[in-house]
T-cell receptor
Framework: DGGITQSPKYLFRKEGQNVTLSCEQNLNHDAMYWYRQDPGQGLRLIYYSQIVNDFQKGDIAEGYSVSREKKESFPLTVTSAQKNPTAFYLC??????????????FGEGSWLTVV | QKEVEQNSGPLSVPEGAIASLNCTYSDRGSQSFFWYRQYSGKSPELIMFIYSNGDKEDGRFTAQLNKASQYVSLLIRDSQPSDSATYLCAVVNSSASKIIFGSGTRLSIRP
């Protein structure tokens, strides 16, 4: 089945650790995104990428890093520089172009908790 | 001014009534508009998208777009308890480089 797969679904991080969240899509979408959602809040854009080997900072990129070595994959690393990383992380993808309307589809999300 | 604004709610509507959700956006050149539904603890799912001024209907849902007023709305007819969720408005910016989400409106359908 086509879709976006995020792993792990739940992750616990010790303070000072880097952790990486995986995101894979088999929809042949050009663009991929990472959003962060805090309880009761909206989605905030961390990073996005429209083509392989290129990505752009979103509104809250500090303390995060990404790579886009393959079209299907867009992993997010939460570094120790991110002081308050406990949140729900959502990976998404979309086609690029006016005809597609850039409709964005989401993975099931990853819950990250600092212990 | 936020790029995409929504009333956070909660909006309480009796079962069977029409729920009306509103969204305004600041980028006048925006071309594509989306409504997503998000249940607690789950990821957002697409309900409707609209590109042209006017109304677009899909089952119990109607999206309304007014580009002159920079306003997009979602109407839910015959509201059901299963419609209780947070509804997110999303807008593609004028350069089509990213999608910006509002903070969402919590909708509660009371039996």
């Amino acid at each position: 089945d086509g879709g976006i797969t995020q792993s792990p679904k739940y992750l616990f991080r010790k303070e000072g650790q880097n952790v990486t969240l995986s995101c894979e899509q088999n929809l042949n979408h050009d663009a991929m995104y990472w959003y962060r959602q805090d309880p009761g809040q909206g989605l905030r854009l961390i990073y996005y990428s429209q083509i392989v080997n290129d990505f752009q900072k979103g509104d809250i990129a500090e303390g995060y890093s990404v790579s886009r070595e393959k079209k299907e994959s867009f992993p997010l690393t939460v570094t120790s520089a991110q002081k308050n990383p406990t949140a729900f992380y959502l990976c998404a993808s979309s086609l690029v172009g006016r005809l597609s309307g850039n409709t964005i589809y989401f993975g099931e999300g990853s819950w990250l908790t600092v212990v | 001014q936020k790029e995409v604004e929504q009333n956070s709610g909660p909006l309480s509507v009796p079962e069977g009534a029409i729920a009306s959700l509103n969204c305004t956006y600041s980028d006048r050149g925006s071309q594509s508009f989306f409504w997503y539904r998000q249940y607690s603890g789950k990821s957002p799912e697409l309900i409707m998208f609209i590109y042209s001024n006017g109304d677009k209907e899909d089952g119990r849902f109607t999206a309304q777009l007014n580009k002159a007023s920079q306003y997009v709305s979602l109407l839910i007819r015959d509201s059901q308890p299963s419609d209780s969720a947070t509804y997110l408005c999303a807008v593609v910016n004028s350069s089509a480089s990213k999608i910006i989400f509002g903070s969402g409106t919590r909708l509660s359908i009371r039996p």
